[in-house]
């Protein structure tokens, strides 16, 4: 069965063709002139700026004030010392790690050699040198790791359990970037709290940290570190804007980006807040047109907070986003110089022929999709909405390797990410214009099609592969063949039920109550298989923000064949109870379908 996209081409040109430029060079204008950290001045000019552009446009806007736990780096003080004396280099704090206030944490450097992301996708990866590699005494106990990469709380929690006293890492280019190395996804809870980083964590740039490489080859060297971060409990602004539908005002898809950052941040992401303005002047526009609801949402809290705003608005808004909400689409650094390629496009496996599709009726280009990653505000995959996009244009994969450029986070690829020299150059705005065209066209399908456009069967038979994959890791040690046997009963019933939905509403387009029926049918169906795909813990936590594989709930069957012979059976135990979990939920899914198709009979006959 081949999915088909359904389409409104006069409409989406209409939207398309409606994007303007001025609203958004207006606010990057703004922007540049406001450092956006969370719970400062800046960034709550910042938030009342973007109100008073909505209710000058008439558009109607909610601004919540949430108080949420964000750490501001301050400044950070390195000194090394050798028999032949001692040097201060410059460093920079990440948030979340721990604050000496002043007091010194002194010890020897052990370097612990280690490699730079590949890639966006291995961004997030823990690195094997942060595993321990060997039994007996661990070199790394009581000293200062000295390592390359980013701060992040893969390898910073591995160093930490290694007994390190404090950490130094050597970023790739001459830029620190800032960062976050804490791996509590938003405000921490009672049980949660004790993931903060306990140890003082500085960033050093790579011509510094290659000349402590080389005087360590020399001989022993000492280390003093001292950081000064701000933390606690802050208010902030978090605006969200509402377009209600015509016909179905009650479910609604979420727009949204975060409009915090590290210093200037015009490309990560003043240039996304620019998109979500100018995505809010058209569609209330278009609002006589439009068959569902919009929801667009501006988050505080996402770069020195862990998401902090997107994860109280899932924590706040849980019921609604549960019952109503269609799927979530994240803007974050869109409208980047040089950024003309869609290599590296996250978007859920239901959400594929929607994006491709999308892309290339608006833009006349191919598209590579990246699965999404533990990572931006995706805050909302343990609820169970479907999620896409994040980081959408990026420099070309070839042209960044010609440049020498590294892999970063955002900015479109380029590497004022998380710099202060993420300014005014960074962006483009004809870049961003075609990234407008992106998201309105993807926008205008969501919101218009009489059925959603997602293919949660190819969700099932991602599930299904994954599965496969474990099962072999496994050997002999694991059996899921009955798991497998359900993921390809339910990818076929899936197929079924929407061959089924389609037809009946082409046969009756103007049976309301059959549409809303079927619509939530395909919200319940998500409410299931989102999870299961890309969640380890309960619905309506937040699991930790580090990188996790397929069915996470599985994942450790991928090293049951290495695990020691002491350890297999209890590995094995949990596994087999993590199968009937999965079980269980896909004949949810399945009792879901049957009862549709029961009401669908005693209604109509």
Known sequence: ???????????????????????????????????????????????????????????????HTPDLFISLPGRAELEVS?????????ARPPAFARSTNGEAVTGEICYVPSRYAAGTSSLFDTPDAAGRASEGVDPVAGRIVLTEGFSMPGPVQAFERRGAIGQIYIHPGRNIHEGICTSIWGAPTAD?????????????????????????????????????????WMKCLLPVAEIKGREDPDEFLLVHGHYDSWYEGIGDNATGDAALLELARVLWGLRGQLRRSVRIAWWPGHSTGRYAGSTWFADTFADDIDERCIAQLNIDSPGCADATAYEEVMWMAEADALCRASIRDALDVPSERVRPLRAGDYSFNQIGPTGLYMLLSNIPIEERTRRGYYAVGGCGGNIAWHTPD??????????????????????????????????YAATADEIREAVVQYQRAAGGELNLSPLVADLEELAGDLRAWRRDAETRLRERPEDTLERRRCNETLRQIARVLVPINYARGERFDHDPATKFGPVPRLEAAATLGSATAEMKPFVRVGLVREMNKLRAALRTIRRELRTAAAARVLLHG
């Open 1 to 63: 069965m081949t999915f088909e996209v359904h389409k409104e081409e006069a409409l989406e040109t209409i939207a398309r063709e409606a994007i303007r430029l001025d609203e958004p060079r207006a606010l990057l204008e703004r922007f540049v002139t406001l450092v956006r950290e969370s719970g400062t001045a800046d960034e709550d000019l910042a938030g009342r700026y973007i109100v008073d552009r909505l209710e000058a446009m008439g558009i109607p806007v909610t601004l």
């Open 82 to 90: 050798s028999a032949h004396g001692s040097r201060a280099l410059r």
């Open 192 to 232: 949660s709290i004790e993931r903060k980083p306990t140890t003082p964590v500085v960033c050093i740039n790579r011509p510094d940290g290659e000349a402590l490489i080389a005087e360590l080859q020399q001989g022993v060297l000492r280390a003093s570190i001292q950081t000064w971060l701000r933390e606690g």
């Open 422 to 455: 993420d300014l005014m150059p960074v962006a483009d705005l004809e870049i961003l214009r075609r990234d407008l065209a992106v998201y309105l066209t993807t926008i205008v399908r969501v919101l218009n099609a009489p059925l959603y456009p997602f293919d």
